[in-house]
Antibody, heavy 126, light 107 residues
Framework: EVQLAESGGGLVQPGRSLRLSCAAS????????????MNWVRQAPGKGLEWVSY????????YYADSVRGRFTISRDNAQNSLYLQMNSLRVDDTAVYYC???????????????WGKGTAVTVSS | DIQMTQSPSSLSASVGDRVTITCRAS??????LAWFQQKAGEAPKSLIY???ALNSGVPSKFGGSRSGTDFTLTITNLQPEDFATYYC?????????FGQGTKLEMK
């Protein structure tokens, strides 16, 4: 069974930094982390889902939501089967549960999110 | 950015009912539309991708359809475990965008 496990969340003051990690497992089920693109999605308390960032399997392509561009950096280490989100200059409105989600290939260059981790909570407050 | 307008925002139904949730895209997204189910305190679960295709392990009581830029999620024979919040999401272009969500509550 494919599993994703986020970590690194916590309470941080505005303006500070935090690094989230997402560890992938389930390789006996045929999941090869290095072959999949990945995403980060967040959900503020009591709110809906907001896509944050995408990274392709080999890290060549990355995309960001306008709300985090220039402050957050997505990266991955395929040798470690891990995905990361470096969050700098954190703001109160970055408070959310952050999920990593696997991107499976649909048609052409389109990817849908099919497997999600349980999330890690980030609280930005003074 | 592509806007996804989901309706209704909440829906009250009974066990055994059939319900429909609609999502309208602000522009053509072909079939690049996914549906997710999220129960309170849990991560989202993928139900449908490519507008119609059921994800592995998802029962056939869930169904997706499309008419132009309007997409529909239909759930038949509602069971207690189906009461949750449902989201649509387009993956035609970045930034990916979600609908506002539909909270399905038991009547």
């Amino acid at each position: 069974e494919v599993q994703l496990a986020e970590s690194g969340g916590g309470l941080v003051q505005p303006g500070r930094s935090l690094r989230l990690s997402c560890a992938a497992s389930g390789f006996t089920s045929g999941f090869t982390f290095s072959r999949f693109s990945m995403n980060w999605v967040r959900q503020a308390p009591g709110k809906g889902l907001e896509w944050v960032s995408y990274i392709s399997s080999g890290s060549a392509d990355v995309y960001y939501a306008d709300s985090v561009r220039g402050r957050f950096t997505i990266s991955r280490d395929n040798a470690q089967n891990s995905l990361y989100l470096q969050m700098n200059s954190l703001r109160v409105d970055d408070t959310a549960v952050y999920y990593c989600a696997r991107a499976s290939h649909d048609i052409g260059d389109k990817f849908y999110m099919d497997v999600w981790g349980k999330g890690t909570a980030v609280t930005v407050s003074s | 950015d592509i806007q996804m307008t989901q309706s209704p925002s909440s829906l009250s139904a009974s066990v055994g009912d059939r319900v429909t949730i609609t999502c309208r895209a602000s522009q053509d997204i072909d079939n690049y539309l996914a549906w997710f189910q999220q129960k309170a305190g849990e991560a989202p679960k993928s139900l449908i991708y490519a507008a119609f295709a059921l994800n592995s392990g998802v029962p056939s009581k869930f169904g997706g359809s499309r008419s132009g830029t309007d997409f529909t999620l239909t759930i038949t024979n509602l069971q207690p475990e189906d009461f949750a919040t449902y989201y649509c999401q387009q993956y035609k272009s970045y930034p990916y965008t979600f609908g506002q969500g539909t909270k399905l509550e038991m009547k």
